[in-house]
T-cell receptor, first 115, second 113 residues
Framework: DQQVKQNSPSLSVQEGRISILNCDYTNSMFDYFLWYKKYPAEGPTFLISISSIKDKNEDGRFTVFLNKSAKHLSLHIVPSQPGDSAVYFCAAFKYSGGGADGLTFGKGTHLIIQP | DAGVTQSPTHLIKTRGQQVTLRCSPKSGHDTVSWYQQALGQGPQFIFQYYEEEERQRGNFPDRFSGHQFPNYSSELNVNALLLGDSALYLC????????????FGEGSRLTVL
């Protein structure tokens, strides 16, 4: 049972345009959603997060939108740059026992920025 | 400031053997989590250690066990290896247990033949 789903294995975007990565989830108990970025031969690095009580969070070129009624979130990258080419993972967790549960990850979307 | 370091980076084992993977957390971090990433999949949570105790565990059998030492470093042990245990094993550290902002190491690539 996949609780976090990224239905697009890959996405190709022209440099300078907007990249939109999508993520759906099934567990309405999640308290936080995060995006991680992964380059080959490196571990994932944290990018941006959003609390379940918010609908938008922005950090520079990166904005995450959360639609709780649709159980959907998206990551917008504007403008897209060549260094953004990587695999992006959507992840989520809920709080229990006084702390955060382990992250539940999607399968990832490989973003390719074309020059 | 050293980030999360893992060893070994690559190893090959045969079915039935046992393996130990090691992790040193980012300086100042006290919580270590382990994840398994199979090919083409996202990382899957194995367990988390805090104050030298297993605080939480994902859906993994008892063949997977761990330890956290007083200096916050950690080990992941897998017994009776199966072919399906072949994966990238990622260690992640954080300050405390209330955050999902984890710092990951580069991983240990385990191949079981």
């Amino acid at each position: 049972d996949q609780q976090v789903k990224q239905n697009s294995p890959s996405l190709s975007v022209q440099e300078g345009r907007i990249s939109i990565l999508n993520c759906d989830y099934t567990n309405s108990m999640f308290d936080y959603f995060l995006w991680y970025k992964k380059y080959p031969a490196e571990g994932p690095t944290f990018l941006i997060s959003i609390s379940s009580i918010k609908d938008k969070n922005e950090d520079g070129r990166f904005t995450v939108f959360l639609n709780k009624s649709a159980k959907h979130l998206s990551l917008h990258i504007v403008p897209s740059q060549p260094g953004d080419s990587a695999v992006y993972f959507c992840a989520a967790f809920k709080y229990s026992g006084g702390g955060a549960d382990g992250l539940t990850f999607g399968k990832g979307t490989h973003l390719i920025i074309q020059p | 400031d050293a980030g999360v370091t893992q060893s070994p980076t690559h190893l090959i084992k045969t079915r039935g053997q046992q393996v130990t993977l090691r992790c040193s957390p980012k300086s100042g971090h006290d919580t270590v989590s382990w994840y398994q990433q199979a090919l083409g999949q996202g990382p899957q949570f194995i367990f988390q250690y805090y104050e030298e105790e297993e605080r939480q565990r994902g859906n993994f059998p008892d063949r997977f066990s761990g330890h956290q030492f007083p200096n916050y470093s950690s080990e992941l042990n897998v017994n009776a290896l199966l072919l399906g245990d072949s994966a990238l094993y990622l260690c992640a550290s954080s300050l405390g247990t209330k955050t999902g902002e984890l710092f990951f190491g580069e991983g240990s690539r385990l191949t079981v033949l």
